[in-house]
């Protein structure tokens, strides 16, 4: 068999998926914690700060991370979702409900960043713009899968509306993305464009380590997650109740 197809056929057992994410956590957690403190670093006392925002500026090291996360995420649901859906893969079911509190976290922080950042710029805390409106549609997105799958109790069927729910709101992230472009809004476009990056180097490379930080921040969170589920839901199966006798005896 290809290798390929032979790892992403063993993704699909539950106790070889526990024990291969297992030995993934303590590396990306501390790949995670490298990044964050080299990023925070390099953003927070060795870049400089903009002409015309000042100090504030540093919230970007925060906000636009966060903000494509919230965004990257939720592409990454619906893609697991339609996985899950048409090949019945249940590893990807429990992938995308343990994603979607990682999500609504980002989508969270970077409204809130966001607001931060938009009071000394715009004059207010908040305004009703096409792309911050947007941001907090995907929020409700995530609590709306959040909630989806509570309101089961059967936690494949749960997990399958989860999914459903998760590549029909996936049409909100065109919106987002196209939403400074399609309508006139008082968020600024991208700094990344078909021409390259309007950002200094001395700030773009903060902005890009923070920013891989948080993708191994995630991959950690999701795993650790995605096991937590995995238990709950076979812990009457035996290879649930091998692992608890070998970690007791």
């Known amino acids: 068999m290809n290798p390929i197809f032979l790892f992403f056929h063993k993704t699909g057992s539950p106790p ?11 590396w990306l957690w501390a790949i995670f914690i490298v990044l964050v403190v080299i990023g925070l670093y390099l953003g927070l006392v060795r870049a400089p700060a903009d002409y015309q925002q000042g100090e504030t500026v540093r919230i970007m090291y925060l906000h636009v991370p966060t903000a494509w996360m919230s965004m990257m995420i939720y592409g990454m649901m619906a893609i697991m979702g339609f996985i899950a859906l048409v090949w019945r893969i249940r590893i990807m079911e429990v992938l995308v409900v343990a994603s979607a509190p990682i999500g609504a976290a980002f989508t969270m922080i970077a409204l809130i960043t966001g607001s931060l950042w938009g009071r000394p710029m715009w004059g207010t805390y908040w305004v009703w713009d096409a792309r911050l409106t947007s941001e907090l549609v995907l929020l409700f997105l995530y609590f709306g899968v959040i909630a989806l799958y509570n309101a089961y109790e059967e936690p494949r069927k749960a997990a399958r509306a989860a999914s459903l729910m998760s590549i029909v709101g996936a049409v ?19 700094s990344f464009g078909s021409k390259g990056s309007g950002i200094h180097p001395d700030m773009l490379w903060p902005l890009l380590i923070m920013a891989t930080a948080t993708k191994f921040y995630y991959g950690a969170n999701l795993l650790s997650r995605a096991r937590l589920i995995l238990l709950k839901q076979d812990h009457r199966k035996r290879w649930v109740q ?6 007791h005896s």
């Open 172 to 190: 909100n992230l065109p919106i987002i993305y196209f939403s400074v472009e399609w309508w006139n809004t008082l968020h600024q476009g991208s």
């Open 242 to 247: 091998e692992l608890f006798a070998k970690e």
């Open 16 to 26: 070889w998926f526990y024990r291969f994410s297992g030995y993934l956590i303590p």
